[in-house]
């Protein structure tokens, strides 16, 4: 069976997801990992430093303005599993609004960011990228603290980097996530309504700073 954005959707529904060998690879695989990373988003840490970055404000933060450039930019690297059809079934999930993407600008510079996909109260969590300091910190802080003002309830990452466990991420089993995946589903959320907040909300709002 040939992957569509319909199936892509499906996968995520119960709790499966896409990636290929190599960015050259037209072979895709389901993935289904018996330890699942995921973000608490109540538990999120914000270091010392990575506060002082924020509230120098030295960065842009919008949504959704160049989710082809995020997808491009997490896949801009020597290995990738973003081939050609997964970029485009992606970019098709964001056209039907599916997807979404959180972009960090320096000036007119898309310099990090992540992107994802959203069905009921969960946020599937694809990639990340980052072209200056902190710049993916920065984007998943912002992304923490939509989620929450959107009423989201599971931030899944599907593995655990130790950058990831840095700030806050944790491995739960495929059955606890399961469990949390199907509350979600039940849910609703919304991810563009939120406005923008200013680093001081963000990191006022967001409870573990050390």
């Not at 997490?74 to 990738?80: F, G, K, L, Q």
């Not at 001081?200 to 573990?208: A, M, S």
């Given at each position: 069976?040939?992957?569509?954005?319909?199936?892509?959707?499906?996968?995520?529904?119960?709790?499966?997801?896409?990636?290929?060998?190599?960015?050259?690879?037209?072979?895709?695989?389901?993935?289904?990992?018996?330890?699942?990373?995921?973000?608490?988003?109540?538990?999120?840490?914000?270091?010392?430093?990575?506060?002082?970055?924020?509230?120098?404000?030295?960065?842009?933060?919008?949504?959704?303005?160049?989710?082809?450039?995020?997808?491009?930019?997490?896949?801009?690297?020597?290995?990738?599993?973003?081939?050609?059809?997964?970029?485009?079934?992606?970019?098709?999930?964001?056209?039907?609004?599916?997807?979404?993407?959180?972009?960090?600008?320096?000036?007119?510079?898309?310099?990090?960011?992540?992107?994802?996909?959203?069905?009921?109260?969960?946020?599937?969590?694809?990639?990340?990228?980052?072209?200056?300091?902190?710049?993916?910190?920065?984007?998943?802080?912002?992304?923490?603290?939509?989620?929450?003002?959107?009423?989201?309830?599971?931030?899944?990452?599907?593995?655990?980097?130790?950058?990831?466990?840095?700030?806050?991420a944790e491995e739960i089993s495929r059955a606890s996530y399961h469990r949390k995946l199907r509350d979600a589903l039940m849910r609703q959320s919304d991810f563009t309504g939120p406005a923008v907040p200013t680093p001081q909300d963000v990191i006022q709002r967001i409870t573990q700073i050390?």
């Amino acid at each position: 069976m040939s992957l569509t954005p319909e199936l892509l959707l499906h996968g995520y529904s119960i709790g499966i997801f896409p990636m290929a060998e190599h960015r050259e690879d037209p072979d895709i695989f389901w993935v289904d990992p018996k330890r699942r990373g995921v973000f608490p988003l109540d538990r999120f840490h914000i270091s010392r430093s990575l506060a002082r970055r924020l509230k120098k404000a030295q960065y842009r933060i919008d949504i959704n303005t160049d989710f082809a450039g995020v997808v491009d930019g997490c896949a801009d690297r020597t290995e990738t599993w973003i081939n050609g059809e997964i970029r485009a079934h992606y970019l098709s999930l964001f056209d039907s609004g599916h997807a979404h993407s959180l972009e960090v600008w320096d000036g007119d510079e898309l310099v990090g960011g992540v992107y994802g996909v959203v069905l009921g109260a969960a946020f599937f969590g694809e990639s990340m990228f980052s072209r200056r300091t902190d710049a993916s910190k920065i984007a998943l802080a912002y992304l923490v603290d939509r989620l929450r003002q959107g009423g989201f309830t599971l931030f899944d990452t599907q593995f655990v980097t130790d950058h990831l466990a840095s700030l806050g991420a944790e491995e739960i089993s495929r059955a606890s996530y399961h469990r949390k995946l199907r509350d979600a589903l039940m849910r609703q959320s919304d991810f563009t309504g939120p406005a923008v907040p200013t680093p001081q909300d963000v990191i006022q709002r967001i409870t573990q700073i050390s």
